[in-house]
């Protein structure tokens, strides 16, 4: 099983854990849709985003 370092973030509160809990993987594109939907329930998220190396940002 590999390590995962999972940041937590809490969405619409400047208050730790009151806001809507998510979690960021950097580099999650390595993972596949069902590997992040599992680290998500392992973690107790319902909600991830993955961060990518890759910007297409203008």
């Known amino acids: 099983m590999k390590i995962v370092t999972v ?9 730790p854990n009151k ?4 979690g960021v993987v950097v580099e999650g594109d390595q993972y596949s849709e069902v ?3 599992d680290i998500a329930k392992q973690v107790g998220f ?5 961060v ?7």
């Open 7 to 15: 940041h937590h973030y809490d969405a619409f509160s400047t208050i």
């Open 19 to 22: 806001g809507n809990p998510a």
């Open 35 to 37: 590997e992040m939907q």
């Open 46 to 50: 319902n909600f991830f985003q993955r």
């Open 52 to 58: 990518s190396n890759t910007c297409t940002c203008r």
